[in-house]
């Protein structure tokens, strides 16, 4: 128990992953502490949605060992990560577009207690569940909108459920894959204020494009360029430091 | 309060889905009063009701869990066959006839699942195709035993209970099929509405989110595919016990392929597609080939295609349109 309290959150020791000659990660070594308030940024196509998809299972990694809370998942599926508590949002929402927000939720919960395989009785019965995910849409604002199906929503509001079923996991680890892509500056804040209530509990790793949003939520940053990690560091120092600077001024200058 | 009030509202109304409606029974009173006002319709009319239970048993892999087929005949013709060959060989009673239809075809559904369902799409598509053709050629193959291409005659089906006989009028037939057609909408209707069925219906609007909530996806999909091979045999076998008599086209692409387009002219993913769009399409089947015996197929063929333009999400989904549709 002792080691679990002093372990990182989550852990990479020379995650690598390629595609043919194109590497998408080559030897990260990465430590998200417990409690974290990390972001992951880097120019596109650095490899940081890759090492998400590794991360969590999603991709087979070709090299490394990745701990969860000091124990070693690198052989373990997806749905088994999941149960340990490591647990993602996705950078374009994947949410079930047709059944309404509450169900979105619901399966979630339903999942994480283990009756998602009953086919015996009526999902309404399991009320408590029902509750549960109710009243996390009550935390996040969206229960009046509960019974509409998540396609009816505007994309804001979208991206607000696409964390809301993530909630409903109970994660110890969160990843969330920039989750203002794709709305207004003016409506990230509704985001932004979202995430800074998440509990302490929860360590966070925010992958990210949008440098404000960074500033504001992380107390820790990696930078990553093409499957590496350049630099790591607080804020204030990543702002300051003329290697990151040239790479996003030099994708700037490209484009 | 008023928050209050809204949650419970909100919830009950989640929680409630499941349960019965009055619109549901219509179905049933028209099958019952069907039986009544056309008593020389029967053998058709019990035709139609196990067709009824084949697109439904597709319905629940097409249209709940998202699984494209084109080879649910292999599991209908396991079952007329797994039927036939027992009246054929001496063990006509009807009942455990049909669970073994259930059985035998579940497991061919179980094991062909365990190979083709790590596919999706297209790639899936195909490979349900050659399921139902290798299945076709086997039974062509065997003629020793299926009769190949004669079909398999000889079956003498015992009396329902050791009471009922199958009667020439189709009495006895329309009434047993109906039982079993209700039986499996019960048991579909469960599904449906469980965890588990919602959570197949989560596979099919976002499968990446699935597995990112946890779920074992693959698993699932191999459960639900079982059981709707089970379903889809015992329909078969209804068929084959009533009409006493089970051919190669049990086993036939035309028969996979015109399942997808009564459920498609019904209405995919709603339960209830099966229920209009057999009945149309079997009646029309029945009309166009009396009035036209030549070119029947191509008024079948136009109304498909007025279907699909003008009609999309079937019969049920132009209901939708004019009145919003409960329980979907």
Redesign the interface.
């Known amino acids: 128990m002792a080691g679990e309290m002093t372990a990182p959150a989550l852990e990479t020791r020379g995650l690598s992953k390629s595609f043919g000659a194109l590497s998408v990660a080559s030897n990260i070594d990465f430590r998200l502490e417990q409690g974290a308030r990390h972001a992951l940024i880097g120019p596109n196509g650095a490899g940081k949605t890759s090492f998400v998809n590794l991360v969590t299972g999603a991709l087979r990694a070709s090299g490394g060992t990745i701990y969860l809370n000091g124990a070693d998942i690198t052989a373990l599926g997806q749905a088994a990560r999941v149960k340990r508590g490591l647990v993602r949002t996705f950078q374009i929402n994947a949410l079930f577009r047709r059944l309404c927000v509450l169900e979105n939720v619901t399966l979630a919960v339903a999942e994480r207690n283990g009756v998602g395989g009953d086919l015996l009785r009526p999902s309404g019965r399991y009320r408590a569940i029902i509750d549960e995910a109710y009243g996390l849409l009550e935390t996040l604002g969206l229960a009046d909108q509960a019974l509409l199906p998540v396609n009816a929503l505007a994309y804001g509001r979208q991206r607000l459920v696409e964390i809301a079923v993530a909630l409903g996991l109970q994660p110890k680890v969160l990843l969330l894959d920039e989750p203002a892509a794709g709305i207004p500056s003016g409506e990230s804040s509704v985001i932004i204020s979202m995430i800074k209530r998440l509990s302490s509990d929860i360590a966070l790793l925010i992958i990210e494009h949008d440098m404000d949003l960074v500033f504001r939520l992380a107390r820790q940053i990696t930078v990553l360029v093409q499957g590496r990690i350049l630099v790591e560091g607080p804020p204030e120092a990543i702002a300051a430091d003329p290697r990151v600077r040239d790479v996003y001024l030099g994708e700037r200058e490209r484009r | 309060m008023a928050?209050a009030d809204?949650?419970a509202a909100?919830?009950d109304?989640?929680?409630?889905?499941?349960?019965f409606r009055a619109l549901e029974a219509v179905p049933w009173l028209l099958a019952l009063a069907a039986y009544g006002v056309f008593p020389g319709y029967l053998p058709l009319g019990a035709q139609i009701l196990a067709t009824i239970l084949f697109v439904l048993s597709a319905d629940l892999v097409l249209g709940y869990a998202g699984i494209v087929t084109l080879g649910h005949a292999a599991f209908f013709g396991t079952g007329a066959y797994t039927a036939g060959l027992l009246a054929a060989n001496g063990w006509g009673e009807p009942l455990s006839g049909l669970v073994a239809a259930a059985l035998i075809a579940g497991l061919v559904g179980f094991l062909s699942g365990l190979i083709i369902l790590r596919t999706t799409g297209l790639a899936l598509l195909m490979q349900t195709l050659v399921v139902a053709t290798t299945l076709y050629e086997a039974a062509n193959k065997a003629g020793r035993w299926t009769g190949g291409d004669d079909g398999l005659s000889g079956m003498v089906v015992w009396p329902i209970f050791g009471v009922f006989r199958f009667d020439m009028f189709g009495r006895a037939a329309y009434t047993y099929s109906l039982a079993v057609l209700f039986l499996g909408w019960l048991l579909a209707r469960?599904?449906v509405?469980?965890?588990?069925?919602?959570?197949l219906?989560?596979a099919r609007?976002?499968t990446?989110?699935?597995?990112?909530?946890?779920?074992?996806v693959a698993?699932?999909r191999l459960?639900i595919y079982t059981i709707s091979a089970g379903l889809a045999g015992v329909s078969g076998a209804l068929i084959a016990q009533t009409t006493s008599f089970v051919g190669l086209t049990s086993l036939s692409l035309e028969r996979s392929g015109n399942a997808l387009i009564m459920l498609i002219i019904g209405g995919v993913g709603r339960l209830y597609g099966a229920f209009i769009g057999v009945p149309l399409f079997m009646i029309a089947q029945d009309r166009f080939s009396k009035a036209d015996p030549v070119y029947w197929y191509f008024w079948l063929g136009l109304l498909m295609v007025a279907v699909v333009i003008f009609a999309r999400g079937g019969v049920l989904g132009i209901f939708e349109r004019l009145w919003k549709w409960p329980g979907k």
């Open positions: 928050a809204a949650r909100a919830i109304a989640f929680a409630r889905r499941h349960r469960q599904i509405h469980s965890p588990f069925g919602r959570s219906t989560g609007e976002n990446a989110r699935m597995h990112a909530i946890g779920a074992p698993q699932r459960i």
